[in-house]
């Protein structure tokens, strides 16, 4: 059973939730694991293998009741709940219990003002109002114990547990009862823990007891083995986690409506959607930070940016300075992966937080849902706070935030501010709201500054966590030499940097030791992800079984092999879509490029990714088009004839995308194959119908004609011209302005100035430039404008002779 059809199965009335520890994770609960190591550090030694209880009762025997107590609730005191533990109220659920000891359920149902009986004990139970949701907390609360006087205790020793019938037996009756009357669905148990072992016992005694309501474990890291077990006692496994499992209850519209809140302020102002879609950034900045993991290629996350293990950047000052006019409303980091744009945009947007301002960012697996933020603005207006929105790789999302930005940008003044990051190449041909330039900044990332460097080396000496992971060879020289290494021999940088401060001087040596560290077969799925990964295509568990012919039920085990390697995360798993990814897109494009070096294995490659596609997932249709699309795709093959080859089979498999139709037309177009190119635009148009970059490349089909085809007269060669042209001004009377468009009519134009001495094409698209210019402000505008005012010059100058391919301007970019 997947997510999906769970929630079309289960009636939040009828449904009683049971959360584990798992399920006050992701608000920053520590695990079981750290809350032990925390109280062993109480104790003069530490016991080694022991469990929590057994510390537990360590800790209680040797410094007292209080003592322990004290140390847990320091530990959870300070949680708040984020994304589905706030989504919660959202449901009238029969009954909640929980086995944590903190308050996360109860503050979430503050937030949302709604009632809920909390009961924590035998002593603690009342008869619950109708109408009103009972929280059952089965192993105490951190709000009572006997070291304060009260009765009942928190369950956490061997003797707690010894003893727990006496303190919490009618709660396990009431947890029976509504086993016997509703569907039960458990949240955040590992598959592994015992507890949930005892629990599938008492499934299985009261189905022998004829109790026909259903269990369901929602568990995030999935065994196929293990799963089957607990199938067979009686609880149905289904792979999902609570924020993806109340997106779908949402969708299936089982909500009662109850205002959703941001962690981080007291008014309504997330939907419902946003607030398992969103991070909320000051929640995020109080959880842990993970040095180890951020100095192996993960982008810094608020916690480590919050403690200090990342540098403040020096275009961080200048994003500050750039959003505080009035273009100020809307800013753009752009630069090539692996130059730190997600730690600098994370930094630079947790700094607004601080300043009274909310801050969000939007999670990138997830679609951005433009509507309910251009909601979020107004109720910032009405509320007269100021919020600011990160959306990450926003190439991803471009034409939902171009939605967005429009919306927002038509306001006298936005409330909501907008930053993403963005991939050079990719912002460069995409259509962008105009707003980005009439009331938006840019900032451009590449290197690592002087002042960045040295900050980077001072921050060697400020955190030890840090300094026991850098190379001694880097160590011993001092700071002078080290900021000079840097800047000279990793070239300033960013993830070559890093890479030499913590391992050695060869990246790619560093990744190959990992990668023959690892057994053949993780070996395969960690190059096959990487080569995928690196033409920005989404990785996922089934399509990796597609294309490496894997048994399922081994994928638990790989996914262990690779751990640190590969990742996993939710991506969609209402349709049991589990992406897999490695710890940084420069990582992925290393590897791919040193283990898929054979063109005809990457041929391979890619006519299996192909052959394997379904495009009834969303993120496989992306693959698709990246795969038409991307350096790293089909353009890298250097034969002709295989790129055709593979375009045509990419456009059998989705006939209803038209990139890869566009790139196969622009790859007869840039060979001059302009018979083939005009049969792909006919065969495009007949399945599509017509679009604007279609109408310019039957400009410029018309265009090369004119230019290349032998014994034409003048005559012919001024109609071809005239045709491409007629083709342009219709294109842009139905699409409106566009400067690949102009590109496109000034590119003509100078064929007409030069062959013919009309000028109007080319002065029409030089002034068309100009005001698109004024009113978008584009610098690429002013590139293309130059451009095709220096042809003009040198062709006045050079009158007759036909322009070389270096100054022919081209017209082929955008789509």
Request: include cysteine.
């Amino acid at each position: 059973m997947d997510v999906a059809e769970l929630s079309k199965t289960i009636d939040p009335t009828r449904t009683t939730l049971l959360f584990g520890a798992g399920a006050s994770i992701p608000s920053g609960a520590p695990t079981a694991h750290q809350l032990t190591q925390r109280l062993s550090k109480l104790l003069n030694t530490e016991p080694e293998d022991a469990d929590l209880s057994e510390i537990a009762q360590l800790v209680e025997n040797r410094k007292g009741r209080s003592a322990l107590i004290e140390s847990v609730r320091t530990a959870l005191a300070k949680l708040r709940p984020t994304a589905g533990l706030l989504a919660l109220p959202q449901f009238d659920w029969l009954a909640i219990y929980t086995t944590n000891y903190d308050t996360l359920v109860e503050q979430s149902y503050r937030q949302s003002e709604r009632q809920l009986n909390v009961h924590r004990s035998n002593y603690d139970l009342s008869e619950s109002k109708a109408g009103i949701t009972p929280l059952y907390k089965i192993h105490g609360c951190i709000t009572q114990d006997q070291a304060d006087g009260h009765n009942s205790r928190i369950l956490i020793t061997e003797s707690d547990y010894d003893d727990h019938e006496r303190y919490r037996q009618s709660l396990f009756i009431a947890l029976s009862q509504h086993m016997f009357t509703s569907d039960t669905v458990i949240v955040g148990q590992s598959l592994k823990d015992r507890h949930l072992k005892d629990l599938a016992r008492k499934v299985v005694s009261l189905r022998g007891q004829g109790v026909s309501s259903r269990v369901f474990l929602l568990v995030h890291q999935y065994d196929a083995d293990r799963a089957e077990l607990y199938t067979r006692l009686g609880i149905e496994v289904v792979h999902s986690d609570l924020d993806h499992f109340l997106l779908s209850l949402i969708d299936a519209g089982k909500t009662v409506g109850a205002p959703a809140y941001s962690t981080s302020t007291e008014s309504a102002l997330l939907t419902p959607e946003l607030v398992l879609t969103t991070v909320d950034v000051r929640h995020a900045a109080t959880l842990n930070a993970n040095a180890t993991r951020l100095f192996n290629g993960s982008p810094g996350s608020y916690a480590d940016i919050q403690h200090g293990l990342t540098i403040a950047r020096v275009a961080q000052r200048r994003i500050q300075e750039s959003m505080s006019g009035t273009r100020g409303f809307f800013h753009v980091i752009e630069g090539a992966r692996g130059v730190g744009k997600t730690t600098l945009a994370r930094s630079f947007i947790l700094e607004q937080s601080t300043k009274n301002i909310l801050a969000w960012e939007h999670k990138a697996d997830s679609a951005l849902n433009y509507d309910s933020w251009v909601k979020v603005d107004s109720q910032l207006r009405k509320v007269g706070r100021d919020g600011i929105l990160f959306i990450d790789d926003a190439s991803r999302h471009l034409a939902a935030v171009n939605k967005l930005v429009d919306h927002v940008s038509a306001t006298d003044r936005p409330h909501l501010r907008i930053v993403l990051t963005v991939d050079s190449a990719k912002w460069r041909v995409s259509r962008k709201s105009p707003a980005f330039f009439s009331r938006g900044s840019h900032t451009k990332v590449s290197i690592l500054e002087r002042a960045d460097l040295e900050e980077l080396v001072a921050l060697l000496d400020r955190r030890p966590e840090i300094k026991m992971l850098v190379e001694d060879r880097f160590l011993a020289l001092g700071r002078p030499e080290r900021v000079s290494r840097l800047r000279d021999k990793c070239s300033s940088e960013m993830f070559v940097c890093l890479k030499n401060i913590f391992a050695n001087d060869n990246l790619d040596n560093i990744l190959l030791q990992e990668y023959f560290s690892l057994d053949a077969e993780a070996q395969d799925v960690y190059r096959y992800v990487s080569a995928i990964q690196a033409l920005e295509g989404y990785v996922h568990r089934q399509l990796i079984v597609r294309l490496l012919s894997i048994d399922t039920t081994a994928l638990d085990s790989i996914l262990t092999r690779l751990e640190g390697v590969v990742t996993e995360r939710v991506i969609d798993a209402r349709q049991g879509v589990y992406g897999w990814s490695t710890r940084h897109d420069v990582i992925a494009t290393v590897i791919a490029r040193l283990k898929f070096a054979d063109d005809d294995e990457i041929e391979r490659l890619f006519g299996a990714l192909i052959d394997g596609l379904n495009p009834t997932i969303r993120i496989e249709r992306e693959t698709a088009v990246a795969l038409s699309t991307h350096d790293y795709g089909i353009a890298r093959l250097p034969d002709f004839d295989t790129k055709v080859a593979l375009l045509r089979r990419l456009i059998d498999v989705i006939p209803a995308q038209r990139t890869p139709r566009r790139r196969l037309v622009k790859l007869f177009l840039l060979n001059d194959m302009l018979p083939e190119a005009s049969q792909e635009i006919t065969s495009a148009e007949r399945s599509l119908g017509t679009d604007m970059v279609l109408q310019r490349y039957k400009a410029m089909v018309s265009l090369r004609k004119a230019e290349t085809l032998p014994f034409l007269d003048a005559g012919d060669q001024r109609a071809l011209l005239l045709d491409a042209e007629n083709i342009m001004r219709r294109c842009l009377e139905s699409y409106g302005p566009d400067m690949h468009n102009y590109q496109a009519l000034g590119r003509i134009g100078l064929s007409l100035a030069d062959k013919f001495g009309e000028y109007g094409a080319i002065d029409d698209a030089l002034v068309l430039l100009g005001e698109l210019e004024s009113t978008v402000g584009d610098p690429q505008i002013q590139t293309i404008k130059h451009q095709l005012s220096e042809s003009l010059q040198r062709q006045d100058g050079h009158h007759g002779e036909a322009l070389s391919d270096k100054q022919q301007v081209p017209a082929f970019e955008a789509e």
